[in-house]
Nanobody
Framework: VQLQASGGGLVQAGGSLRLSCVAS????????MGWYRQAPGRQRELVAD???????NYADFVKGRFTISRDDVKNTVLLQMNSLKPEDTAVYYC??????????????WGQGTQVTVSS
C-alpha cells in the first residue's frame, strides 16, 4: 500500500491550488484520510481530515478557505485550497488509515508536496 500526492506548486497570495492523493496497492478498506503540513522549523500539523462516512474536520487556520473531499471509487483524497496566504507555505502530506488486503491495518503517509505562496 502506498500514497502518492500531487498538485503542489508556487502561487501568489489569494490564489488557489488543489492537492490530490491516491492510495494504491492491495487495499481492503480506507478509513480516515487527511492532509497535514510542515513548515520549516515547525512540527507537522493537521490541516483537515475526513472520515469514511464523509465527516470533515478542519484546523482553525484553514476553515472557510480549504475543502477536503474524497472519492472512494478512486481511493483519492483531495484538498481544495483557496485564498492562500504566505503562511500556508509548507510541505503538505496526505495520510490514510488503511486496511490492506493481506497486510493488516495501519497509517500510511504520502511523500509530501511543496506548496509555496508568494506575497
Amino acid at each position: 500500500v502506498q500514497l502518492q500526492a500531487s498538485g503542489g506548486g508556487l502561487v501568489q497570495a489569494g490564489g488557489s491550488l488543489r492537492l490530490s492523493c491516491v492510495a494504491s496497492g492491495r487495499i481492503f478498506a480506507i478509513y480516515n484520510m487527511g492532509w497535514y503540513r510542515q513548515a520549516p522549523g515547525r512540527q507537522r500539523e493537521l490541516v483537515a481530515d475526513i472520515t469514511s462516512g464523509g465527516t470533515t474536520n478542519y484546523a482553525d487556520f484553514v476553515k472557510g478557505r480549504f475543502t477536503i473531499s474524497r472519492d472512494d471509487v478512486k481511493n483519492t483524497v483531495l484538498l481544495q485550497m483557496n485564498s492562500l496566504k504566505p503562511e500556508d507555505t509548507a510541505v503538505y502530506y496526505c495520510n490514510a488509515d488503511i486496511m490492506g488486503t493481506y497486510s493488516g491495518r495501519g497509517y500510511f503517509w504520502g511523500q509530501g508536496t511543496q506548496v509555496t505562496v508568494s506575497s
